[in-house]
């Protein structure tokens, strides 16, 4: 790992493991990162063995705060007890424990759209915002962070809500994979998605929405067609914010 970087960052998406060591003062990779793809039966055994090889790859010093992105609510400690996207064998293991026995160090891990949210807050689309925003990740599921003047609240999942009886999962009808799947024009897609931001802005009053995920790099063929009252833009970071954010989050824990 180069000296420019002040720590490592991992974000684990149901399609691809993504790494980069981070530069904490500038919020951006020190070096470009590395995506190995997500092992089709995901299992924590799986997920470990990549997390070490991401490790190896980049040569993290032992010195150097580590932080994972993980796509389930996250309490330090406790067994998952959520899982959508990754094999259901996750359910009742300690993430933590999993990780840091796998990179033979303790490493931090925080929800992918908590981290994803935390670096925008630090370092892009929504430095300095008061009020409330809410951060959403679009990908093979929906992510969402809940910041309040500068404040995370973590462990949101407002990507299940209920849209309707049809549509009792809102990822399930509005993530950017179901767009790849269903093979929706951007149009269309973002119909879905004025529902979807259409009932955050209802129940929650935000002050900006930020949207993330690989998706927000199109941002321009979805984002002006969603029709709601508050402002919305994409995120700073692009998909990069799920890696700086981890590491960023790692480094304040670790003293
Ligand atoms: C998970 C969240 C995660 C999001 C994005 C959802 O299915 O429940 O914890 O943040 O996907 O990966």
Redesign the pocket.
């Known amino acids: 790992m180069i000296e420019t970087a002040q720590a490592f960052g991992i974000d684990i ?2 399609s691809g493991i993504k790494a980069a060591p981070v530069n904490l003062e500038k919020g951006e990779f020190a070096e470009p990162r590395l995506k190995i793809l997500t092992p089709e039966v995901s299992t924590p055994d799986a997920v470990a063995k990549i997390v070490r090889q991401q490790l190896d790859h980049f040569e993290v010093p032992e010195s150097a705060p580590v932080g994972i992105a ?4 996250i309490k330090p400690g406790k067994p998952l007890d ?4 990754l094999d259901q064998s996750w359910v009742g293991v300690d993430v933590t424990a999993v990780f840091s026995e796998a990179a033979g160090r303790p490493v931090t891990v925080v ?4 981290a994803a949210g935390l670096a925008e807050q630090q370092f892009g689309a929504a430095k300095g915002k008061d009020g409330l925003v809410i951060a959403t ?1 679009l ?6 962070a809940l910041i309040i003047d500068g404040v995370l609240v973590p ?1 949101t ?1 407002l ?2 809500l209920i849209l309707s009886d049809k549509h009792p999962d809102a ?1 399930k009808y509005a ?1 950017s994979s179901i767009r790849e799947q269903e093979e929706l024009g951007y149009k269309k897609w973002a119909k879905r998605l004025t529902k979807y931001y259409g009932l955050l802005e209802k129940y929650f009053n935000p002050d900006l929405f930020v949207v993330g ?1 690989g998706v927000s790099r199109k941002a321009d063929k979805f984002l002006p067609f969603i029709e709601i009252k508050t402002p919305i833009v994409p995120a700073a970071l692009r998909n990069e914010a799920g890696i700086v954010g981890a590491a960023y989050y790692a480094s304040t824990k670790q003293h």
């Open positions: 998406g149901g993980f796509p389930a609510p959520f899982m959508a996207n929800n992918d759209a908590d990740t990908g093979t599921g929906i992510g969402t462990n999942e990507g299940h990822e993530a995920g």
